[in-house]
């Protein structure tokens, strides 16, 4: 029988980087003051993992994770006071921890020195309380020095543990098998098996998943009992099992006793770590465990990489929601009946089914949406999972800046589907860096102006019709625009003579290379970053906007679509073809009036909408299309804003509004500048999604080309 550990380890992975989200987000809320429960929540999740690691035979991590959990004890038990220091070092542990189940997860060697150097330094903590507290000089039971069978009292004695184990019959089933246990206790010390066979059955009553042996195992060598008991905490509710500490000299008489004693089964003893006198383990063809590999062998052994994508390819998903999906698969079966049925009578002549066929087809259409909203609500999940990086990322580098910051986040229970979130993470994490480094100040210099200290750094995430928000503000010195406006007319972003809203200005900070930053820094300043962050946006279907107030602080707000596989759009056409613009894009949608309408020096249109003036651009122009309507007064205007730039999409018609099924267009073409992707609509017919910001960068550039044709010819 072969068993296949593969999903087992993607669980036990998916469990430890949980597992490891509990220790970091529990250490930096202890930076705030001791909380017993959080202690003891760190020490469970430890637990966790050092048992799971040791069961699938990640031993490396096992043995980093043992010392931190005996740290960690020694902070719940009260008997270690909880230090920043301490705390910083079982950060660092994490970090290393993460690493290590990473390069496990991914078949990978792990960086075992720099392993080994923060295990030194985690067992140096430890050596330092056994001299300042004796209460700690004792990690188990066993050691007491007034035992007479312990091995403390026998210093010149080797350490005998027996340990006899008898499973369940059905624990096999539960996906355990002994081999696995005997193989990893075996690493431990010597050992010796005696098998008693005495309960298998004649062999045509044989069970393949029915466990009918049971063991007496002894480990000969100085192994902790906790050590053991790990090894079988995964079935321990599944079996018997007696761990005894012997003599050395007690075990030999007890073994020979056994093996000569009248009436008892002859069995063989054979010593495992010997191979030559191995017994056979129970029949079953296991996959060997996978251990993290040094460097060394790893190149050694000449296996090459895998490629392992960092983004997860599974979803926990609330039973609510399966619930709901399979009671509205149960209605489709439904409906789908009393159709068959009125399709068959229609075929029979019966023409009076026609109302029932209309109320089934109606019926379908609500089924069917609330079946998508169904689906769709698998995928989402909540932000936090996206924000729970930042509490550590704003304590490291506040620290490292010398800055005093408070997070505040709210909203992270706002659900948003996983590929967005997946996605949406480097973003973030470009615009708080951002707000760290350039917006809030340092500590004096807020002093001086009148504010607290520590600065405010907040995360906010709400739901906004079809929508997600997300709003990174800060109240440091915000922008400054006389020098954001500088910088950008000598990179020639804009003309010297250009008049620009505070908007417009404060929105240049997204542009390729730009920086005002006075000294680079490894935290920003590149004028690498925040251009990242509109491109990564844009992807995603959505637009990203700044607005500042100087001395007082920023925000900067993310729109975002909930799902990326489905698009609420307005249906426009343009001569016989129809586009859809993302309704996260529009603004509004209006006739223009010809007393509105302006041109400059005969190539730009404009249209002053209240006290604001936008460009007007002619879809069918910029995409090579032939408009029914030449004279923009007969045609409908749809006001968009990408990027913090407002102008007016001029089209034919506005034909109604309706949720999209968005298809690649790459896939069978190839890419379009203006346009990010295509629709199958209910009549058959393809029709292309306009990409906002591409379509105004296409126009701009487009006008930039006449202009300098028209001054080549002057």
Known sequence: M???????????????????????????????????????????????????????????????????????????????????????????????????????????????????????????????????????????????????????????QSQVWQIKFKPDAGMMKNGNDPARIFRELQKLADMTITVDTAALPAFADLEPESSYLSWVLELHGNVDEKDIRELFSWVEDDSELIITSLHAETAAEENHGTATAEGETAIAEPVIAKQSEAAPLPDTEIQPPRENRSADTAQAAGTPKTAVSKESGSIRVNIDKVDALINMVGELVITQSMLSQISSDLAAGNTHTLENMLDGITQLERNTRELQESVLQIRMLPISFSFSRFPRLVRDLSNKMGKQIELIMTGEHTEVDKTVLEKIGDPLVHLVRNSLDHGIEMPDTRKAAGKPEAGTLE????????????????????????????????????????????????????????????????????????????????????????????????????????????????????????????????????????????????????????????????????????????????????????????????????????????????????????????????????????????????????????????????
């Open 2 to 156: 072969s068993i296949d550990l593969s999903e087992f380890h993607d669980v036990f992975f998916e469990e430890c980087f949980e597992g490891l989200g509990v220790m970091e987000s529990g250490l930096l809320t202890l930076d705030k003051g001791t909380d017993a429960e959080e202690i003891n929540a760190i020490f469970r999740a430890a637990h966790s993992i050092k048992g799971g690691s040791a069961s699938f035979g990640f031993m490396d991590i096992s043995s980093f994770t043992h010392v931190m959990e005996t740290l960690l004890d020694e902070m719940r038990d009260g008997r270690r006071q909880v230090t920043q220091p301490i705390v910083d070092l079982l950060l660092e542990s994490v970090d290393v921890l993460r690493s290590m189940v990473t390069a496990a997860q991914q078949d990978e060697e792990t960086n075992l020195d720099r392993a080994a150097e923060v295990q030194q330094k985690l067992e140096a903590v430890l050596e330092k309380s056994g001299d300042d507290d004796t209460s700690t000089q004792s990690c188990s039971d066993e050691s007491s020095s007034s035992s007479d069978t312990g091995p403390a009292s026998n210093k010149g």
């Open 459 to 714: 995360l906010h995430a709400y739901h906004k019709g079809g929508n997600i928000i997300v709003q990174v503000s800060d109240d440091g010195a915000g922008l400054n625009r006389e020098k954001l406006l500088k910088k950008a007319i000598e990179k020639g972003l804009v003309s010297a003579n250009e008049e620009l809203s505070d908007e417009r200005i404060h929105n240049l900070i997204f542009a390729p290379g730009f920086s005002t930053a006075d000294q680079i820094s490894d935290v920003s300043g590149r004028g690498v970053g925040m251009d990242v962050v509109q491109r990564n946006i844009r992807d995603l279907g959505g637009n990203v906007s700044i607005t500042s107030r100087e001395g007082a602080g920023s925000t900067v707000t993310i729109r975002l679509p909930l799902t990326l596989a489905i698009l609420d759009g307005q249906l426009a056409r343009i001569g016989n073809e129809t586009y859809i613009v993302s309704l996260v894009s529009i603004v509004e949608s209006l006739q223009m009036q010809p007393d509105q309408i302006s041109t400059i020096t005969g190539q730009a249109e404009l249209y002053r909408l209240r006290d604001e003036y936008i460009p007007i651009i002619r879809v069918g122009d910029v995409l090579g299309m032939k408009s029914e309507q030449n004279c923009l007064q007969n045609g409908l205007l749809i006001v968009v804003e990408a990027d913090g730039q407002r102008v007016g999409l001029f089209v034919d018609d506005l034909l109604g509004q309706q949720q999209v099924v968005i298809k690649s267009l790459e896939t069978n073409f190839r890419q379009v500048q203006g346009i990010s992707g295509a629709t199958i609509l209910g009549d058959g017919t393809v029709a292309l999604i306009v990409d906002v910001p591409g379509l105004i960068q296409r126009h701009f550039d487009d006008c930039t080309r006449r202009s300098l044709s028209l001054t080549a010819v002057a």
